[in-house]
């Protein structure tokens, strides 16, 4: 799900902090410009061209450098399909944050057309255009592929795969993190540091976002009302429900059906 996406660019500099708690991953590709990006105790200085990847629930502050103001930067903020864990699967240079120069001759032109493809099915009218900008991205996580080869093949742990593909397919039973670990075979403390290091949010989290997912499209595709789709996703409470939802989607259930319905 994409949640927000855009073009940044600025003849004076930059700056930006991003503070804990954000639930949703960032993918961004800087054309001009060089930043010095802080996580924790770790500092950086990239310089364009190059592309950025950062997890959930990372903080960091990054600032353009007093030579290079000029910037120009594409980014999406997004949650993943459960597919593309292997996507996302980057040499980390910072905790939590990854980055990728990009040096390969005709790379920037190829990717630069498929973010441009991405804004312009957010901005069409079309009554799919949602899924049609995450098949656009979906493509810009596999054309990144080719340019960090380092990665290609690795194989994500089966008990993890499984884990993902039985929350995918329960997510609307009362799972906790012991349910999970037994069903895989492992012990629930090693399952979450493995889950968290494939797909980037503890497994609880990613229940939760295969629940928001499968709520949009209930919201989307029947006259249920709202208590009824929470119980059919697996929140026992409504309330509870229509918190969380706001939280990851930044509307209520009710105003993301009404919204979306009018838009289409």
Do not use: C
């Amino acid at each position: 799900m994409i949640i927000a996406a855009g073009i940044s660019e600025s003849r004076n500099g930059f700056q930006f902090t991003r503070k804990g708690g954000f639930p949703h991953w960032t993918l961004s590709y800087q054309i001009k410009g060089e930043n010095r990006k802080t996580v924790g105790e770790h500092t950086v200085i990239r310089r364009a061209p190059y592309l950025a990847l950062t997890r959930p629930n990372t903080t960091y502050h990054t600032i353009t450098t007093p030579k290079h103001l000029r910037y120009l930067e594409y980014w999406v903020l997004f949650t993943p399909r459960p597919e593309w864990t292997r996507l996302l699967d980057w040499p980390e240079e910072q905790p939590g944050a990854f980055h990728l120069p990009l040096n390969t001759p005709g790379a920037g032109g190829m990717l630069r057309r498929a973010f441009d493809e991405l804004l312009a099915f957010r901005r069409d009218m079309h009554p799919e255009k949602e899924g049609l900008a995450e098949n656009a991205l979906e493509r810009i996580l596999l054309l990144i592929q080719q340019y960090h080869s380092s990665r290609k093949g690795r194989i994500i742990d089966d008990r993890v795969q499984r884990a993902m593909g039985f929350l995918s397919e329960k997510f609307s039973n009362n799972i906790s993190l012991n349910d999970l670990a037994a069903h895989v075979h492992i012990s629930p403390s090693r399952l979450a540091h493995l889950f968290t290091e494939s797909a980037g949010m503890a497994p609880l989290h990613y229940l939760e976002t295969q629940r928001i997912e499968a709520a949009k499209s209930l919201l989307l595709s029947t006259n249920d009302l709202i208590y009824t789709v929470a119980d059919k996703v697996g929140f026992e409470n409504p309330y509870h429900f229509s918190t969380r939802f706001r939280h990851i989607v930044g509307m209520s259930p009710r105003n993301f059906r009404e919204q979306t319905i009018r838009r289409q």
